[in-house]
């Protein structure tokens, strides 16, 4: 049984990703070469390639932002 509990948290965890990615879509389209990728990214599930895209064209650093909160 334990193998269809984890196949089923799988699932859902690819589901959640991707309506994450798609309700956040107005947010994380700049980081892509054009909503086609963005749309065949999200279907094909391939949110590590997401991310990392996302990482590599994002000038984003936690350091700096939590060092803003403490100021």
């Known amino acids: 049984m334990k193998h269809i509990k984890k196949a089923i948290d ?3 965890e690819r589901a959640s990703k991707a ?29 590590r390639k997401m991310e990392g895209i996302i990482k590599v064209n994002s ?5 700096e932002f939590v060092e803003s909160l403490k100021a």
Do not use: H, M, P, T
């Open 19 to 47: 309506k994450f990615y798609r309700d956040g879509q107005d947010i994380f389209l700049r980081y892509f070469d054009s909503l086609e990728q963005y749309n065949a990214l999200i279907l094909a599930g391939n949110f």
């Open 59 to 63: 000038a984003f650093d936690l350091g």
């Open 10 to 12: 799988g699932v859902v």
